[in-house]
């Protein structure tokens, strides 16, 4: 038996905060999934909106200034909100070393408060991973540049974020109505959080741990998220069909990523072959050699399944700006009727190498990850 020297040193303390409305109502998704040894939070100026999260650990912020109403979709009276109360937010996030912020950039408290919370928590010596939501099409334009000044701010602020166009919902066709939309939204945020926690805290033959993390992603800034799945035959197929089919993952993003972070899952009967498959094909996604770290969890559950998730970080911008992020593109598309929808394009497109060749083995559309709220509709209800 090992004696440890300092029980409490090395278990990882992460905490997933919530920052205002959207934030919260994501995080919540993710409470109630109950992940081993994370402590999911909220955030907000707005009374109300933190009642609607009332299971979870809550902090109210910029009192004085917003009387409990919210910041009025102004990120100015969210920021003062956050800086009146730094050293609550300072206790509030604690000892935490790994932080994980999610907030909807467009309004006032998400925008305007997650940089300062960013701060404070990296400050304390977290490393601090944020996923942003960016407006849908319909929204008016103020909020467009709300989220585009947002997204400028929080750089620097946090040491990875991971904006994600709301719209790019509107290219699921499965997706019918707007709580099923954001139901997949928060969906695709849990999957990215799990999929972290999983090979850090739950280890595994290949598990990482928080230095690796901390070497990998400390400052690195601008990320993009991809996640695949697949199941019995052809499964490493539709992992990287999944990967590079994802409506959240910008193709040309990958290629500039210079810190990537990939995560393997599978049952016991995870084979050598696949690993070596499934990382060659993800390697291939990347231009140069990004510095990559590789976890692989197993889990009994996971029989003849397999799901890969890739962050990949520090991306360097774009030489042709029409070729970065399309988070704003929708501006355009909003003053023309009805919603573009968004097709993934640039995958491998510029890398000089063979793209993953996704259709190396017969993929099977059931295989293809769902999530189960959509497998199984509950009377036409998709979260609650
Ligand atoms: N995916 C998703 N996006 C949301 C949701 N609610 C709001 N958003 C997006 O998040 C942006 C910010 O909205 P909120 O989070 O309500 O605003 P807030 O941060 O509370 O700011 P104030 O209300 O001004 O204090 C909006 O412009 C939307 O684009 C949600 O439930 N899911
Ligand atoms: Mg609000």
Redesign the pocket.
């Known amino acids: 038996m090992i004696e440890l020297a300092k029980p409490e040193l090395g278990r990882v303390k992460v905490q997933v905060v919530g920052?205002?409305?959207?934030?919260?109502?994501?995080v919540k998704r993710v409470a109630r999934e109950r992940l081993a040894g994370v402590e999911v939070a909220a955030i907000?100026?707005?009374l109300k909106?933190l009642g609607n999260v009332a299971e979870i650990r809550q902090l109210q912020i910029g009192t004085e200034l917003?009387r409990g109403h919210?910041?009025?979709?102004?990120?100015k009276?969210?920021r003062k909100a956050a800086l009146e109360d730094a050293n609550r937010i300072r206790d509030f996030i604690g000892s935490n070393e790994l932080v994980f912020l999610v907030?909807?950039?467009?309004?006032?408290?998400?925008?305007?408060?997650t940089p300062v919370v960013g701060e404070l928590a990296r400050e304390q010596g977290a490393l601090v991973i944020a996923f942003v939501?960016?407006?849908?099409d319909h929204?008016k334009r103020c909020?467009h540049d709300?989220?585009e000044e947002g997204l400028k701010e929080i750089q620097g602020k946090v040491d990875v974020y991971v904006p994600?166009p709301?719209q790019r919902?509107y290219s699921l066709p499965s997706l019918v109505t707007y709580e099923q939309?954001?139901a997949f939204?928060?969906e695709v945020i849990l999957q990215a959080i799990r999929a972290i926690v999983d090979v850090l805290l739950r280890g595994g033959r290949m598990s990482l741990d928080l230095a690796d993390l901390r070497t990998l992603f400390k400052g690195a800034g601008l990320a993009a998220f991809s996640t695949g799945y697949g199941k019995g035959e052809g499964r490493v197929a539709g992992v990287i069909r999944g990967l590079s089919e994802y409506p959240f993952a910008q193709g040309g993003q990958f290629e500039r990523a210079r810190n990537v972070l990939v995560s393997i899952s599978g049952g016991p009967d995870l084979g050598l072959k696949e690993v070596d498959e499934l990382s060659t094909a993800i390697g291939n996604l990347h231009a140069g050699e990004p510095q990559t770290a590789t976890g692989i969890y197993q889990d009994e559950s996971l029989q003849g399944e397999l799901r890969a998730m890739v962050l990949a970080a520090g991306v360097v911008p774009a030489e042709e700006p029409q070729d970065e992020y399309e988070l704003f593109a929708g501006r355009e598309a909003a003053a023309r009727t009805g919603a573009t929808p968004y097709r993934p394009a640039g995958w491998a497109g510029r890398t000089g190498r063979p793209a993953p060749e996704r259709e190396a083995a017969p993929v099977d559309e059931d295989n293809i990850e769902v999530p189960a709220y959509l497998r199984k509709p509950r009377n036409g209800v998709a979260k609650g």
């Open positions: 920052i205002g409305n959207a934030g919260g109502t994501i907000n100026t707005a909106d917003t919210g910041a009025g979709m102004d990120p009276v969210g907030a909807g950039m467009g309004k006032g408290t998400g925008t305007g408060a939501t960016t407006p849908f929204e909020h709300i989220a994600l709301n919902l939309a954001c939204m928060d």
